[in-house]
């Protein structure tokens, strides 16, 4: 055939491509392949049109990042995946080839070593992969590799002869001429681990900026997914891991916009969430959920929008009429784990999409591709929708692979993310362990005095079985009714009286008031060790100390007891109800959970809700745990397991951002019961219902925390002041740590308050629990009186709080004014203690800030 002949045909056959485009895509789809574009990129042919060669590079880049990430799912060797990522960046950026350096540290000495050695495209790994005997080292103060371990940062040499830093050590070694370089390190957060080096650029006298950004993209690619532990602060956080994975292969995404919905994994709600449930209050859940059974509920979602200007939003707790999940496709993707690709929404009748623009950027969504993201457990973790694809026609089936691959690799970093996640709690518990281990075993002075002064040693310090036993027996407790001088068996007991020693001796004798040491068969020894280790696991803090756990322990028992609400329990109930609540608070720091969430300390990195109450709870069980303390070991399997549960109600119960979610069920069930004549009809009611039983013991360590409301003025006030002056010191702290000004209840300023802030609290928190209470065992009563007359004090401390003040002030300007014309001395009391009615000379115990001249 003559060159005519070939010209036709050539013009034949394109011109049938060009009528025929759905053909033409079939037959490149089955002829071109990512090798054979390596290989065309790969040979020195010259590009006449800049433009296409660049376009061509990009489609060149996607294919590779696509077939990479494949590759990297089914290879588990790290040096294997590196080896294939160096070859790519080689391929795509056109380098003769390109080395990797590991850097480590003999005698003390930092060198670097070849690793992975003049890798091509096509070069085996075998080959480049160095021997131990074979390596290359050298110093890192020598040559440019050295000099970008040192500085830590990537290094474009246009031309090496002119720059004063290059060593030809390793050409000499080698025989190799090199002319330009591009290098960057491997970093482990601020540690070096490695420099990749990439050599001559061909077909260019340098490589560009562009060619050291693809090669830094593709290095992070293989060290997100290949090189977890080098980047714990990343991994730990899946949401920066998606954001950071999806934002750096934005460019290669052929859409316009695109989002991620993150699922909640939450598979268990918590015990008092399922209350309302239970009690018929709320519907139970009839939602769609996942295919392991979730309820689908997308906690944050994720918007990119890639046209004119690239605009990234967070979206944390998306209403149900977001644009992005109005339409109902991602949850109906969340629900079957479908790929669902929609090619012309407008048509859709199935799903309801927004017609117009959906925020005041004017996006329009014309076609829309939804995935699935799973991790290794095939749990769909979150959905990645992409909208609109750039040249106006419908997602392919080439869209679906390259994106189910980024889905797949999104999926597989979270289980990576998992595992990292469990090994920081681990590290976090081991924290906390030892921060406990440190506090409870160090001897303080206040013990270190007692075992100098005392001449007869404390019995429960000897542990010795003969006086555990006698010390246990009831006639050497103290009795029930003549605790130095004030009754158990009263609601306003007051403990100031008493030394912590005696409060041990007090608790004893609860148990044995409920007739439990006997029936469950506890050791006299066990018991003994168990109150004095709870004791000495509450810190010597100003307020939430021993002290305060005896009280609610001993409210736990006047409830039970005097206010009769032992009828609905059961004998083990009532004896883990008590431990409990003397536990509740065991190991208190002094400061609420929010301080903790603020300072971002293990507990709070350790239990996302309701910090402090499950550290007591993990602190009381991990008591337990040990034999020789467990006051329960004489229980039956299942016996024991209805306890530990009752100690996760009793104690969590007691944060107060809980308290308002129990508040209307306590109340239905007061409100039911209240009517009734009948006892053994009331008792039947709750005891017969294990979750108004439940809500009742939950309310009742609300009560029984909260319990100092009630007790006489006399001991009430100093309380109050002890809480205050706890609060106070949170309030330095947030201060001097974590440099914020704290509200008016932690602020040692607003001091002068107390008395209203007092008034607001009972108001708001108090008098509901004590006002059902009595409504629900009259025999409560007392407790709400308490309550009552204690208002009424606050509020007269509050109203004459503007003339007290402004005496003390006319007598403080009076004081100075003589002061400063006789330039004598004047004698200090506490503002405080001036509104508690206290006087007092030397007032050491508070802060300078509160006193004033008098």
Known sequence: MGTAGLFVGKVIVEKY????????????????????????????????????????????????IFELVQEMQKVGNMEQSMHKVLQRVCSIIQADRVSFFFCRSRNGIPELTTNLFDITPTSPFETNLVHPRSEIVFP????????????????????????SKFSDFVDRQTDYKTKN???????????????????????????????????????????????????????????????KALYTVRTYLNCERYTVGLLDMTKEKEFYDEWPVKLGDVEPYKGPKTPDGR????????????????????????????????????????????????????????????????????????????????????????????????????????DEQITEALTQFLGWSVLVCDTYDRLNRMEW???????????????????????????????????????????????????????????????????????????IKAGIRIFFELNVVEKFKVPAETLTKWMYTVR?????????????????????FCLLQTGKLRKYYSDLDAFAMVA???????????????????????????????????????????????????????????????????????????????????????????????????????????????????????????????????????????????????FWEQGDLERSVLDQQPIPMMDRNCAEQLPKMQCGFIDFVCSFVYKEFSRFHKEITPMFDGLKNNRAHWAE?????????????????????????KGGGSKTSCLVCILAGLKRSTPACCSPIWTTAL
């Open 580 to 726: 409990a609540a003397f536990c509740h608070d065991i190991d208190h720091r002094g400061t609420n959970n929010l301080y903790q969430t603020k300072s971002g300390s293990p507990l709070a990195k350790l239990h996302g809700s309701s910090i402090m109450e499950r550290h007591h709870l993990q602190f009381s069980k991990t008591i337990m745990a040990e034999e020789s303390l467990n006051i329960f070991c004489n229980l039956q399997k299942r016996q024991f397991e209805t306890v530990q549960h009752l100690f996760d109600v009793c104690i969590i119960a007691t944060d107060l951002a809980l308290y308002f979610k129990k508040r209307t069920m306590f109340q239905n069930i007061v409100n039911a019961t209240e009517p009734m004549e009948d006892e053994k009809e009331a008792i039947a009611y709750v005891s017969n219902n294990a979750t108004r039983k439940e809500i009742i013991m939950a309310m009742m360590m609300t009560g029984c925390d909260l319990s100092a409301i009630c007790k006489p003025w006399e001991v009430q006030s100093k309380v109050a002041l002890m809480v205050a002056a706890e």
């Open 429 to 503: 518990r081991k924290d906390i362990a030892e921060e406990m281990l440190m506090c409870q075993t160090q001897c303080t002075p206040a013990e270190l005095q007692t075992i100098l002064v005392g001449t007869v040693p404390l019995v429960p310090l000897s542990y010795s079985a003969p006086l555990c036993r006698l010390c246990l027996q009831r006639a050497t407790c103290p009795v029930a009714t003549d605790v130095h001088g004030e009754s158990l068996l009263l609601f306003g007991f007051s403990d100031f009286p008493s030394s912590e020693n005696d409060l």
């Open 181 to 243: 370089m591009l290098t960057f390190p491997l970093m482990a957060e601020k540690e070096v681990l490695g420099v990749v080096i990439v050599l001559n650029k061909i077909g260019a006298d340098a490589f560009t900026n562009e060619d050291e950004k693809i090669s830094i993209d593709f290095w992070w690619l293989f060290d997100s997914f290949q090189s977890p532990p080098l980047w714990f602060p990343e991994l730990t956080d899946i949401e920066r891991q998606f954001h």
């Open 140 to 163: 890192t103060d020598i040559g440019i590799v050295g000099h970008t371990a040192h500085t830590k940062k990537p290094h474009n040499i246009p031309d090496v002869t002119k720059n």
């Open 295 to 398: 309820e689908i509920i997308f906690y944050k979602i994720i918007d990119y929008l890639l046209e004119a200007k690239e605009e990234i939003k967070v979206i944390p707790g998306p209403p149900a009429d977001h644009w992005g999940l109005v339409s109902g496709l991602p949850t109906y993707v969340a629900e079957n784990g479908f790929i669902c690709n929609m090619m012309n929404v407008a048509a859709d009748e199935y799903f309801t999409f927004q017609k117009g623009p959906v925020d005041d950027s004017g996006f329009v969504i014309k076609n829309v591709l939804s995935l699935p993201i799973v991790n290794k457990k095939e749990e769909i973790v979150g959905i990645a929708t992409f909208f609109n694809r750039k040249d106006g026609k419908p997602f392919d089936e080439h």
């Open 17 to 64: 491509l060009e009528n025929n485009p759905q053909f033409a895509k079939e037959y490149f789809d089955r002829k071109v392949n990512a090798e054979a574009l390596t290989a065309a990129f790969g040979s020195k042919v010259e590009a006449k049109d800049a433009n296409s060669f660049k376009d061509i590079t990009a489609i060149q880049e996607a294919v590779v």
């Open 536 to 556: 000495k696991g509450y810190r010597d803090i100003t307020y939430h100390n021993w002290r305060h756990g005896f009280n609610v322990g001993h409210t736990m």
């Open 797 to 821: 401390q509050a109203e004459v709080y503007n003339a007290k003040m402004k005496l003390i002030e006319d007598e403080k300007k009076k004081l100075e004014d003589a002061a400063g014309g």
